[in-house]
Structures are given as structure tokens and as C-alpha cells.
Nanobody
């Protein structure tokens, strides 16, 4: 099992909601900025949302007001709550961590989200 493991992807209709979860090892979670990236077919991987160790968040403009990123310390997990999804949210979503202690970058294997009616 990898150091970052995503879950929660699947198919959802436009306007619906979905929650993605990323489970991290304790060492990575406690020392890292965590983020979600996505890669749509034929496009480059891009940042969706990130959350620092102190809970400061940042979102790409296209998901502001629709997506929410949070840290669940008791579970060493980062959540991405997706609401009012649109077809252009269809992508493979990747969990990412950058450790402020080691400087190492970590990627999950990705989870597919498909938004379609």
C-alpha cells in the first residue's frame, strides 16, 4: 500500500455531490502541505485545492464555492468535498503531499471522477 491512498471516486450526475478521501501515513500528514490535483483527458495535471498544516486553504478559480478541502487529523486524512459538479470536473483526481520536514513530494495513484448525465 502506498503512502497516499485515494478513495471515493465514481460517477455522478451534473449538479450532484461527491466526497474524495486521501489517507496518509502519520509522518506525512503531520509534516505536509496536502493538496488535490486533477488531470482531465488530453490535459495536463493541475491544482484543484490545497491546505496547509495550519488549515489555510487555496482553490483554483473554477472550483471556488463548489469544492471544499479539509484535514481530518484523527484519521490522517484529507477530504475533498465536491458539490454542484459539472461535466468539466471529470478527471482523475490525485492526492499530493509535500513534506516541510524532508522536502519530499508524494503522489497517490489517483481516483477517477466522471460527471455525466
Amino acid at each position: 500500500q502506498g503512502e497516499l491512498v485515494e478513495s471515493g471516486g465514481g460517477s455522478v450526475q451534473p449538479g450532484g455531490s461527491l466526497r474524495l478521501s486521501c489517507a496518509a501515513s502519520g509522518d506525512i500528514f503531520s509534516t505536509s502541505v496536502m493538496a488535490w490535483y486533477r488531470q482531465a483527458p488530453g490535459k495536463e495535471r493541475s491544482l484543484v485545492a490545497m491546505i496547509s498544516r495550519d488549515g489555510t486553504t487555496h482553490y483554483t478559480d473554477s472550483v471556488k464555492g463548489r469544492f471544499s478541502i479539509s484535514r481530518v487529523s484523527a484519521e490522517n486524512a484529507v477530504l475533498l468535498e465536491m458539490s454542484n459538479v459539472r461535466p468539466d470536473d471529470t478527471a482523475v483526481y490525485y492526492c499530493y503531499a509535500r513534506s516541510s520536514l524532508s522536502g519530499n513530494n508524494y503522489w497517490g495513484k489517483g481516483t477517477l471522477v466522471t460527471v455525466s448525465s
